[in-house]
C-alpha cells in the first residue's frame, strides 16, 4: 500500500485501523539489486529511511524492517501500533503489523 493511501486512510476517521502482513527476507533479498523492488520499498515505507536495512548485520535485518514499517505506520497517523512475528507453513518469517489512532485499539 503506497504511503499516501495510507496516510489519507489514517487522517479520514479517528477510529481507523490497519493491518498488514509482510515477509521481511523478500526485501532484504532482493530490493537492494532490483530498481523496480527498490522503489516498491520506498512507496511502501513512504521514504528511503528503510535503506539502512542492507547496513545491517543479517541477524538484524528482519527487526530493522519490522521497526521501520511501525514507524511508517506513526508517520501516516496512526500512534499505536503492534507488531507479531509468525512463521508460515514454509517457514519463512512473516509479521502482522497494526496501526490505530486510539489506544484502546492497541490494549493487549
Same mark, same amino acid.
Given at each position: 500500500?503506497?504511503?499516501?493511501?495510507?496516510?489519507?486512510?489514517?487522517? $479520514?476517521?479517528?477510529?481507523?485501523?490497519?493491518?498488514?502482513?509482510? *515477509?521481511?527476507?523478500?526485501?532484504?533479498? @532482493? +530490493?537492494?539489486?532490483?530498481?523496480?523492488?527498490?522503489? $516498491?520499498?520506498?512507496? @511502501?515505507?513512504?521514504?528511503?529511511?528503510?535503506?539502512?536495512?542492507?547496513? *545491517?548485520?543479517?541477524?538484524?535485518? +528482519?527487526?530493522?524492517?519490522?521497526? *521501520?514499517?511501525?514507524?511508517?505506520?506513526?508517520?501516516?497517523?496512526? *500512534?499505536?501500533?503492534?507488531? @507479531?512475528?509468525?512463521?508460515?507453513? $514454509?517457514?519463512?518469517?512473516?509479521?502482522?503489523?497494526?496501526?490505530?489512532?486510539?489506544?484502546?485499539?492497541?490494549?493487549?
Amino acid at each position: 500500500m503506497p504511503f499516501d493511501l495510507l496516510r489519507r486512510i489514517a487522517g $479520514a476517521h479517528h477510529s481507523n485501523e490497519v493491518m498488514f502482513t509482510f *515477509q521481511p527476507s523478500f526485501l532484504v533479498r @532482493f +530490493a537492494e539489486k532490483n530498481e523496480h523492488h527498490h522503489t $516498491a520499498g520506498d512507496a @511502501f515505507f513512504g521514504g528511503s529511511g528503510w535503506h539502512d536495512v542492507f547496513r *545491517q548485520p543479517s541477524s538484524a535485518k +528482519a527487526a530493522y524492517l519490522r521497526n *521501520q514499517y511501525r514507524a511508517t505506520l506513526k508517520s501516516a497517523g496512526f *500512534q499505536h501500533t503492534l507488531a @507479531f512475528e509468525m512463521i508460515d507453513e $514454509a517457514g519463512h518469517l512473516l509479521y502482522l503489523i497494526f496501526g490505530t489512532r486510539h489506544e484502546r485499539g492497541s490494549r493487549r
